[in-house]
């Protein structure tokens, strides 16, 4: 199963696509940022921002692994062929996961040695070794490879591209900001720690070394890989549970 | 061999088929025929466990579909032209199809050269034409050399040389011992193809008979009457006991009287003949006959802006 997931994972070009688009991003600001910030003010985290543009393709790659299967038809040869249709959605899921976990650490610390090495030109040195430097790059790699997945709960939920990648952009990029927002100030300041947005912040920095200012709300390290895994194995959980209880049209 | 017994569907609060029982048998090809809309395809898809029945039971090879191990040594399905990602090389679509099925490599090659794809096999599959991404639907379903083959309307859209090519390849399909079972709303297709046919309408079984005995029993052929007195004949050829339908401003179509029969009485009456014209029954008026109520059904149901079952 997971080899007949493995073909049809690297046959499309979509797959390469996306990789291309989420390396372009997290290399391309990692290497603006190294070029423009002051040497005496360089915030190496900063570096790991482009992540944003990862977890954009690694979402919309999550949402067409298993959307372009519904869309095409295919899904119907697919569960025909193995009946239990869990054994599908957890191998497409767990190779999926091993992808972007590869591909997300990889861009995470290309995008920080490039930066190492440009700001190391200009004068301004630091080090993955040092300040839990390493710590915020394996978190910025995890958490992109965590929105994937949620694109793909999405993608299994909707089963159609356009209204998945919607609905996944909606949440991830538009939802997660204005939600807080309204809801009432006792509770805001735990509803934006606990949006992705800031749990992916909490994980890709603390090696920060710049403090926040008191309305910046962030949970600790720590936590937000709690929290991000608890979110990562509900993306999971959805498609197991749903894909048994429909007809696949 | 598939077995459906008591087989229902229900959508919301329309039922796309009802109490269904039929089965399928190896060594000939089966037509499932009924308008669009009658529930064909819901049978189907419910036989390969794709849509989950509300009620009843389906055998395939004796076992439930789910509990088959490598599904598809044991079933072959064309659901419809679609199916592939454009994006894909018919190849790796086969291989990836393979690997799931867990079916070794090497049928890849050989379901290619069955229908004829080899030098293609590397292409994407979103510039194929339609009758090559029939056939490669047709390859996957010959993947695991299955003993029961399912083809949901496979000509579909197709040329005539399409259409030859997938009647004759379902007629040796079936000289080889395997179960054949297709479907169609279209008599006309199945005329030289089918042995034995399986009727739906409105979701429910109508007829379940070898092909020829269709015809025999719900045939029974009619003339063709012209007359320049079209009123009066009908008049008296219903007081015969005749069933008569106008055709034309002169022609009638009369059912339940031979020639002979229909010139006396219009002798008779002082009617003039111009002409009576027999014609043998088809498989087509077979057909429409048996599944007329369904069709005026839909028709009454697309007034109200009802969709239909197909999907």
């Known amino acids: 199963m997971i080899r007949s997931e493995w073909i049809k994972l690297w046959s499309v070009r979509s797959t390469w696509c996306a990789l291309y688009v989420a390396a372009a991003g997290t290399i391309g600001l990692a290497s603006t940022y190294a070029m423009v910030a002051e040497p005496g003010d360089v915030e190496p985290t900063n570096a790991l921002q482009g992540a944003v543009f990862g977890q954009l393709a690694f979402g919309v790659l999550g949402v067409l692994v298993v959307s372009s299967e519904y869309t095409t038809g295919l899904i119907r040869t697919t569960f025909a062929t193995v009946p239990r249709r869990r054994v599908v959605i957890a191998a497409k899921a767990g190779l999926l996961f091993a992808v972007l976990v590869v591909a997300g650490e990889t861009l995470s610390f290309a995008a920080f040695f490039t930066a190492q090495i440009l700001c190391g030109r200009r004068g301004a040195h630091f080090s993955l070794a040092a300040h839990d430097m390493a710590f915020s790059v394996l978190g910025c790699g995890f958490y992109m490879a965590f929105v994937g997945m949620f694109g793909f709960c999405v993608g299994v939920v909707l089963q159609r591209t356009t209204a998945a990648v919607a609905t996944f952009v909606g949440i991830v990029f538009v939802g997660m900001g204005v939600i807080p927002a309204l809801l009432p100030d006792g509770v805001r300041a735990e509803a934006v720690r606990l949006t992705f947005t800031k749990v992916g912040e909490a994980m890709a920095t603390p090696a920060r070394t710049t403090p926040r200012s008191a309305a910046d709300y962030v949970l600790g390290a720590g936590a937000a890989w709690g929290v991000c895994l608890l979110y990562l194995a509900v993306s999971v959980a959805v498609p197991l549970l749903v894909v048994t209880r429909r007809d696949t049209n | ?311």
């Open chain 2, 1 to 311: 061999m598939i077995d459906i017994e008591g087989l229902s569907k229900r959508y919301g609060d329309r039922y796309a088929v009802r109490d269904l029982t039929f089965s399928v048998r190896p060594g000939h090809v089966t037509g499932f025929l009924g308008p669009n809309g009658a529930g064909k395809s819901t049978t189907m898809r419910a036989v390969l466990g794709l849509d989950l029945p509300t009620a009843g039971r389906i055998r395939v090879d004796g076992r439930p579909y789910a509990a088959l191990e490598r599904p598809l040594t044991h079933v072959g399905m064309l659901l419809d032209a679609g199916g592939v990602h454009p994006g894909r090389s018919a190849r790796q679509h086969l291989r990836a199809v393979a690997a799931a099925g867990k079916l070794p490599g090497r049928r890849v090659e050989e379901v290619l050269a069955r229908v004829g794809l080899t030098d293609v096999a590397g292409h994407r599959v979103g510039g194929f034409s339609l009758g090559m991404r029939q056939r490669l639907g047709i390859a996957t379903a010959l993947l695991g050399d299955p003993g029961i083959l399912m083809f949901d309307e496979p000509v579909n859209g197709l040329d005539p040389e399409g259409i030859r090519w997938i009647r004759d390849l379902m007629k040796a399909l079936a000289a080889e011992g395997r179960t054949v079972f297709v479907s169609s709303h279209l008599m006309s297709e199945m005329e030289n193809t089918a042995d034995h046919l399986v009727v739906i309408g409105r979701g429910r079984l109508i007829a379940d008979l070898p092909a020829r005995e269709l015809i025999e029993r719900y045939g029974g052929g009619f003339l063709s009457v012209r007359t320049d007195e079209p009123g009066r004949l009908i008049t008296v050829l219903v007081s015969a006991g005749a069933r008569v339908t106008p055709e034309g401003p002169d022609t009638l179509r009369v059912v339940g009287l031979d020639g002979d029969a229909v010139a006396r009485l219009a002798h008779g009456a002082g009617v003039l003949v111009l002409e009576v014209a027999r014609h043998a029954t088809s498989l087509e008026d077979a057909y429409l006959q048996l599944t007329d109520a369904a069709v005026e059904y839909r028709g009454r149901q697309g007034h109200r802006g009802h969709r239909g079952a197909e999907a």
